[in-house]
C-alpha cells in the first residue's frame, strides 16, 4: 500500500511560477510509474504527465508540454511539478498517482492504482 500527499499548492499571479511536491512512503517508490492530474471545479480528472520509475522517461499531454517539468527524486520518494507561465485555465486540484503498470506512459485515471488527496492551485488574472 503506497501512500501519497501532495503539497505545494496556493494562490498565484498568472504568468508566476509554482512547484508542485508528492511525498511517497509505504511501498517502494522507484518501482512505481507516476502521475500528475488535474480536476476543476465540475469537471473530470485530467492526465498532465507521467515518469517511469527510473526517472529517464517523461510523457506530457500537449496542453502543458514546454511549460510543466515532471520529475522524481527517488532518494527522497519524491516526486515534482514545476509549472511556470501560469494561467487562469490552470486553476484546478491537483493530484499526484502511482502506477505498477509495466508499460509507458500511463496516461489513463483508471489505470492509476494509489492516489493523493490534492491540493489546490489557484490562478488569479
Known amino acids: 500500500q503506497v501512500q501519497l500527499v501532495e503539497s505545494g499548492g496556493g494562490l498565484v499571479q498568472a504568468g508566476d511560477s509554482l512547484t508542485l511536491s508528492c511525498a511517497g512512503s509505504?511501498?517502494?517508490?522507484?518501482?512505481?510509474?507516476m502521475g500528475w492530474f488535474r480536476q476543476a471545479p465540475g469537471q473530470g480528472r485530467d492526465f498532465l504527465a507521467s515518469?517511469?520509475?527510473?526517472?529517464?522517461?517523461?510523457y506530457y499531454v500537449d496542453s502543458v508540454k514546454g511549460r510543466f517539468t515532471i520529475s522524481r527524486d527517488n532518494a527522497k520518494n519524491t516526486l515534482y511539478l514545476q509549472m511556470n507561465n501560469l494561467n487562469s485555465e490552470d486553476t484546478a486540484a491537483y493530484f499526484c498517482?502511482?502506477?505498477?503498470?509495466?508499460?509507458?506512459?500511463?496516461?489513463?485515471?483508471?489505470?492509476?492504482?494509489?492516489w493523493g488527496q490534492g491540493t489546490q492551485v489557484t490562478v488569479s488574472s
Open positions: 498517482a502511482a502506477t505498477a503498470r509495466s508499460y509507458f506512459p500511463v496516461t489513463i485515471v483508471n489505470n492509476y492504482d494509489y
Open positions: 509505504g511501498g517502494t517508490f522507484r518501482s512505481y510509474t
Open positions: 515518469i517511469s520509475g527510473n526517472g529517464v522517461k517523461t
